[in-house]
């Protein structure tokens, strides 16, 4: 794991911390809501965030800088991976259709 900076060690550790409806819960309660949720565990939880080196999978933006937030598919329940809360939340608007975002690209080249 790399050595965190001054910077980074100001925010909360996305290792450690999960928030549900915005309360900080313990290690218990995130085993229990990442296994009902989305059938992982913590470790597995941990694993993606270091194989993921920290940051989302869309953007880059470190979890340093941003809340990660769980992505997975709503049709089979399968993680897909940790995102940034902004690129979480876009999917969920353009409802993870590759359609959708492949046309949004297009009307965006298009505008400029």
């Known amino acids: 794991m790399k050595k965190?900076?001054?910077?980074?060690?100001?925010g909360p550790d996305?290792?450690?911390t999960m928030?549900?409806?915005?309360?900080?819960?313990?290690?218990?309660?995130?085993?229990?809501?990442?296994?009902?949720n989305y059938d992982i565990s913590v470790r597995e939880y941990q694993d993606m965030l270091v194989s993921q080196c920290f940051r989302c999978l869309i953007c880059n933006k470190g979890f340093d800088e941003a809340k990660p937030?769980?992505?997975?598919?709503?049709?089979?329940?399968?993680?897909?991976?940790?995102l940034c809360s902004n690129c979480n939340t876009g999917l969920?608007?353009?409802?993870?259709?590759?359609?959708?975002?492949a046309n949004a690209i297009v009307y965006l080249k298009e505008s400029e």
Do not use: Q
């Open 4 to 10: 965190r900076t001054k910077r980074e060690n100001s």
């Open 14 to 16: 996305p290792l450690l």
């Open 19 to 36: 928030m549900y409806n915005g309360v900080s819960i313990g290690r218990d309660d995130k085993e229990s809501y990442l296994n009902r």
């Open 69 to 82: 937030h769980i992505d997975h598919n709503h049709t089979t329940g399968k993680v897909r991976g940790i």
């Open 92 to 101: 969920g608007m353009f409802r993870d259709s590759t359609l959708n975002l």
